[in-house]
């Protein structure tokens, strides 16, 4: 496992942005696979958006066309850029790597990911 420390989350109000960052070890960051999830009081953890090596990215229909995700493999971190939140993006949000490489299925499966970070709360106001 990579260790991962992310940073970002906080409270705002609806219709504003944010920036989350994940930070992680290991000369071979460029090779892994990473993702955001998010879970919401009393739901199960969802897929938020992936990144592949190569850089194709993929998003849950829920955030595409205000989410981003990118990465910085000079810096080992992964961002998330988050615009126009809604309430309903309420929740504690983590990154997930692939430490051993892309994605043999897909990005959206949970256990396609070996490493996770402690989360981070964002919390969107109406």
């Known amino acids: 496992q990579v260790p991962l420390v992310e940073s970002g989350g906080g409270l705002v109000q609806a219709g504003a942005s944010l920036r989350l960052s994940c930070v992680a070890s290991?000369?071979?960051?460029?090779?892994?696979?990473m993702g955001w999830f998010r879970q919401a009081p009393g739901k199960v953890r969802e897929f938020v958006a992936s990144i592949w090596s190569f850089y194709a990215t993929h998003y849950t229909s829920y955030v595409k066309g205000r989410f981003t995700i990118s990465r910085d493999n000079a810096e080992n971190t992964m961002y998330l850029d988050m615009n126009d939140l809604k309430p309903e993006d309420t929740a504690v949000y983590y990154c997930a790597i692939r430490s051993s490489g892309d994605f043999r299925t897909s990005p959206v499966d949970p256990d396609e990911y070996d490493s996770w970070g402690q989360g981070t709360q964002v919390t969107v106001s109406s």
């Open positions: 290991g000369p071979a960051f460029r090779r892994y696979g």
